[in-house]
T-cell receptor, first 119, second 113 residues
Framework: AQTVTQSQPEMSVQEAETVTLSCTYDTSESDYYLFWYKQPPSRQMILVIR??????QNATENRFSVNFQKAAKSFSLKISDSQLGDAAMYFC????????????????FGKGTLLTVNP | DGGITQSPKYLFRKEGQNVTLSCEQNLNHDAMYWYRQDPGQGLRLIYYSQIVNDFQKGDIAEGYSVSREKKESFPLTVTSAQKNPTAFYLC????????????FGAGSRLTVL
């Protein structure tokens, strides 16, 4: 079974600084998707960024970028120029690429990292 | 705007009572999901449905039931058999193409008194 591990329960960063959130996963598959979701105090889950495992280039979305290390099964999220609105719980998630009866569309989530942004 | 609506946002229930959480989407997505969120536990899958009139158990289905009579609706019933029902419940639907990204509702907080 796939597992996703976020080893940092809490992180803090100064406004305008850069922070990196860690995520590792375990899978025997070669093709899959990885996601970072953000859950602010409103508790609405928001997709931050996604990465296809077959793409070597790291995904980037404005101030958010990932460092995807497939061999190490590592998928860290870097937030540059941190803003107060970035304060949230961040979840890393895994999904297998192929379709097999529908069950492989299931997202497996890590336990989350609570990010605090200090002014 | 397209999205997912969950209701109620807050719900209180006495022990021994069943309660139904509503989830409605207007994104025209085929697949829908229910997740449970507990502090320090991340999100755990309760049930999912790939298409109308079909659904499968997730990792923690015991004490829950669902129905999928309409494409837009995927209600979750928390039964009295669920031993620890107090939690935050999230409904999601899935894109039908590409990376099949999940879109989430705003959630429902259930408290058992």
């Amino acid at each position: 079974a796939q597992t996703v591990t976020q080893s940092q329960p809490e992180m803090s960063v100064q406004e305008a600084e850069t922070v990196t959130l860690s995520c590792t996963y375990d899978t025997s598959e070669s093709d899959y998707y990885l996601f970072w979701y953000k859950q602010p105090p409103s508790r609405q889950m928001i997709l931050v960024i996604r990465q296809e495992a077959y793409k070597q280039q790291n995904a980037t979305e404005n101030r958010f970028s990932v460092n995807f290390q497939k061999a190490a099964k590592s998928f860290s999220l870097k937030i540059s120029d941190s803003q107060l609105g970035d304060a949230a719980m961040y979840f890393c998630a895994y999904r297998a690429f192929f379709y097999s009866g529908g069950s492989n569309y299931k997202l497996t989530f890590g336990k989350g990292t609570l990010l605090t942004v200090n002014p | 705007d397209g999205g997912i609506t969950q209701s109620p946002k807050y719900l209180f229930r006495k022990e021994g009572q069943n309660v139904t959480l509503s989830c409605e989407q207007n994104l025209n997505h085929d697949a829908m999901y229910w997740y449970r969120q507990d502090p320090g536990q991340g999100l755990r899958l309760i049930y999912y449905s790939q298409i109308v009139n079909d659904f499968q158990k997730g990792d923690i289905a015991e004490g829950y039931s669902v129905s999928r009579e309409k494409k837009e609706s995927f209600p979750l019933t928390v039964t009295s058999a669920q031993k620890n029902p107090t939690a935050f419940y999230l409904c999601a639907s899935r894109e039908d193409s590409g990376a099949n990204v999940l879109t989430f509702g705003a959630g429902s907080r259930l408290t058992v008194l």
